[in-house]
């Protein structure tokens, strides 16, 4: 195997300040016209809440 083909062990550490580093790169970059934060995710309707009908299919008071 050549040098580049090895693999390097990393630190908990190490592995978690490059994770959070990656994130703030992703931050940093121009949002796109979806709303920024969901990549992936279309923006869609919102559902508006059913009225309770307890009231009426029990005959409460």
């Known amino acids: ?3 580049n083909n090895e693999i ?3 630190s908990l550490a190490d592995a978690i300040k490059q ?3 990656e994130k703030k790169q992703q931050q940093n ?3 796109n ?3 920024g934060g969901n ?3 279309m923006m869609r309707t ?3 809440k059913k ?3 307890q009231r009426r299919r029990t005959g409460g008071s």
């Open 1 to 3: 195997m050549s040098e």
């Open 8 to 10: 390097k062990k990393v």
């Open 19 to 21: 994770k959070l580093a």
């Open 29 to 31: 970059q121009p949002k």
């Open 33 to 35: 016209d979806f709303g």
């Open 39 to 41: 990549a992936g995710k």
């Open 46 to 48: 919102q559902n508006n």
């Open 51 to 53: 009225p309770n009908n």
